[in-house]
């Protein structure tokens, strides 16, 4: 048996740039805004500079369903949890190939959240 190393330093390739399609993280940010676009009704200035600075990650037909959300006052984004959104109670079930926003989000058709999960 030849003991190869476990984990090679070699080949220092430059992987410094985060992956585009980092949906954990697209799910994150879209929390961040969720919370920062309601849980404030005066936002101060740095909260909004991080507000914007959430939203260039945020894709834009994400953006845009996002926004029309919180503008009719509705979370944009929750898990869906045994075939139901977790924002309506409505029932939601996905097909295995149904096509998913961003790759990961599917629509609740009853209250229109962004569901992952
Ligand atoms: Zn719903």
Known sequence: M???SPS???GRGGRDSASAADGVDLV???LGLNSLEFDSTKRP???EGLR???RT???W???LIHDALVAAEKRSIAPRFANA???CSGEVVVARDAKRIAGMFVQCPHCGTLLYG
Do not use: G, Q
Request: aromatic residues 0%; negative net charge.
């Open 2 to 4: 030849t003991a190869s």
């Open 8 to 10: 090679s330093e070699s």
């Open 28 to 30: 994150h940010t879209l």
């Open 45 to 47: 200035p740095e909260l």
């Open 52 to 54: 914007l600075s959430l």
């Open 57 to 59: 990650k945020v894709p």
């Open 61 to 63: 037909d994400i953006l």
């Open 85 to 87: 959104c977790t924002e």
